[in-house]
């Protein structure tokens, strides 16, 4: 009998001898050799350097070796070298430009690691999930993030900083225009829901802080009722407090950059010398009356409609001028959920 078939020879063991291996890693194409054993993770680790994918279970139950390999989000430990031949594989390395991924920043933002271990796999699982759907529920969240094992942070960290980072995102593409749903509403923390639609009620956060504790919302006008609800319960000091907030119609006043957006939508902005005198003296017998500024919703008015009602507002009794801009307060929080949330 030959012995020597049965003897291992490493050259032309079909275990050990190379594989040729080509590869575009982050941008960058490769011409590797590799044994056909080798995983796609040991290759990235070991023969590119990039280390910023992690090892961890080394059976694909953990996502610490997450990255993405053809678009899909795939656990490199889980990948034979052979597999991986002319794909193109993003790592965590490969997500920046110049600046931090915004996935990233809201990491660091918002705590969302302690050791850190687990964070490039959970990063690389929030890019795949918002490159398919860029406003997800926090249904859609967790159930993304279902395989990928964190041991230090109890995931609050980690759900707040992809909000965060979906708020960023969409925020850069769409600015307001487009707005929130309001699934992405209701999965906002409250600090982020707070700065999110307590511009509704002019500088009157106290709204927004209540209404996140009502949530979630079915609907943006769910989310509108809770918020008039909580401000017709409210002390009268507070509603007095809501109207003086706001700033003097036409006088350019204390205006937030959403007021002076939306007067100067209808010219508020750029009244001749005679209108603003007019303005300024109406304004003036109308504070003298009622101790708060005028306020009316000027979404589709003329200069000509709010300086007549006005007039005729003055002719009020207290109690009656009072309910009756508690009804603009509406108005204008309404127009301005509108606009913010689809
Ligand atoms: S190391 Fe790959 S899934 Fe855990
Ligand atoms: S931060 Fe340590 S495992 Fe997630």
């Known amino acids: 009998m030959d012995m020597n078939k049965f003897v291992h020879n490493p050259a032309t063991s079909p275990i050990t001898s190379k594989k040729e291996l080509s590869i575009e890693v982050n941008r960058v194409n490769y011409h590797l050799h590799v044994t056909p054993t080798s995983r796609?993770?040991?290759?990235l680790r070991e023969d590119l350097g990039l280390t910023g994918t992690k090892i961890s279970c080394e059976i694909g139950r953990c996502g610490a070796c997450a990255i993405q390999m053809n678009d899909q989000l795939v656990n490199s430990c889980l990948v034979?070298?052979?597999?991986?031949?002319?794909?193109?594989?993003?790592?965590?390395e490969g997500i920046a430009d110049e600046d931090l991924h915004p996935i990233q920043r809201a990491f660091l933002e918002e705590g969302g690691f302690q050791c850190g271990y687990c964070t490039p796999g959970m990063i690389m699982a929030v890019k795949s999930l918002l490159a398919k759907n860029s406003n997800p529920t926090g249904e859609q969240i967790g159930e993304s993030l279902s395989g990928n094992l964190?041991?230090?942070?109890g995931y609050g960290g980690i759900i707040r900083a992809v909000q965060s980072a979906i708020?960023?995102?969409?925020?850069k593409e769409t600015k307001r225009d487009?707005?929130?749903s309001i699934e992405n509403v209701n999965s906002m923390s409250k600090d982020m829901f707070v700065s999110e639609v307590g511009w509704v009620f002019e500088h009157s956060p106290w709204v927004a802080e209540k209404a996140w504790e009502s949530g979630p919302f079915q609907t943006r006008e769910e989310l509108l009722k809770t918020m008039i609800r909580i401000v017709q319960n409210a002390e009268g000091s507070s509603q007095l407090a809501l109207f003086r907030a706001h700033p003097d119609l036409g006088t350019k006043l204390k205006m937030s950059e959403v007021s002076k957006k939306e007067q100067g939508d209808i010219g508020l902005d750029s009244l001749s010398q005679e209108e603003f005198t007019q303005f300024v003296s109406?304004?003036?017998s109308y504070v003298e009356k009622f101790g708060f500024p005028f306020i009316m919703a000027v979404k589709?008015?003329?200069?000509?409609?709010?300086?007549?009602a006005m007039v005729e507002r003055l002719k009020l009794s207290y109690e009656e001028e009072c309910d009756t801009a508690l009804n603009e307060v509406?108005?204008?929080?309404?127009?301005?959920?509108?606009d913010s949330i689809r």
């Open 178 to 180: 487009v707005g929130f």
């Open 300 to 308: 589709g008015q003329s200069k000509e409609a709010i300086l007549s």
């Open 282 to 284: 109406l304004n003036k």
């Open 80 to 92: 034979m070298a052979y597999q991986a031949n002319n794909t193109s594989i993003c790592t965590i």
């Open 150 to 153: 964190c041991r230090c942070t």
């Open 330 to 338: 509406y108005k204008i929080a309404s127009f301005r959920l509108n």
């Open 40 to 43: 796609l993770v040991d290759i």
């Open 167 to 171: 708020l960023t995102m969409n925020k």
